[in-house]
C-alpha cells in the first residue's frame, strides 16, 4: 500500500520533539509517559504525566524496560528526521540532528 498508512487504534497517540539550547533534548510522548533523552550528557528522564504533570519525579529507574523501548523509537524518528532533513536542504549533512547519535 503508498502513501500515508491510516493510523491504527491499538497503538497509543506519539509525539517526538527536539530542543536545542544549552543541552541537545530529544523526547517521545506516547500516551501518559514522556521519555526525554539530554543527548548532550547522556541522561534520560521519564515521567508519566498522568500521576505527574509538573514531571517533578523521574520514572526511568523504575521503569528500565520502557526506556529501552521509547529510546528505540526515538532512534528511529531521529534517523528518519535526520535524512528528511537532509533531502530538504539538498545535503548529506547531518551535524545538528546527527549529535544525538549516542542515543543508539
Not at 3 to 20: D, H, K, N, S, T
Not at 28 to 38: A, F, I, Q, S
Not at 56 to 81: F, I, K, V, Y
Request: aromatic share 8%.
Amino acid at each position: 500500500m503508498e502513501g500515508p498508512q491510516p493510523v491504527r487504534a491499538e497503538r497509543p497517540p506519539r509525539a517526538y520533539f527536539y530542543a536545542a539550547n544549552r543541552d541537545y533534548l530529544l523526547g517521545v510522548r506516547e500516551g501518559d509517559w514522556k521519555y526525554v533523552y539530554n543527548a548532550t550528557i547522556g541522561r534520560e528522564d521519564l515521567f508519566n504525566l498522568a500521576t505527574d504533570p509538573d514531571e517533578r519525579h523521574d520514572r526511568s529507574g523504575e521503569n528500565p524496560e520502557l526506556c529501552r523501548t521509547l529510546r528505540q523509537r526515538l532512534a528511529a524518528w531521529r534517523a528518519t528526521a535526520a535524512e528528511d532533513l537532509a533531502a530538504a536542504r539538498g545535503s548529506a549533512s547531518r551535524r545538528t540532528l546527527g549529535s544525538a547519535q549516542a542515543i543508539r
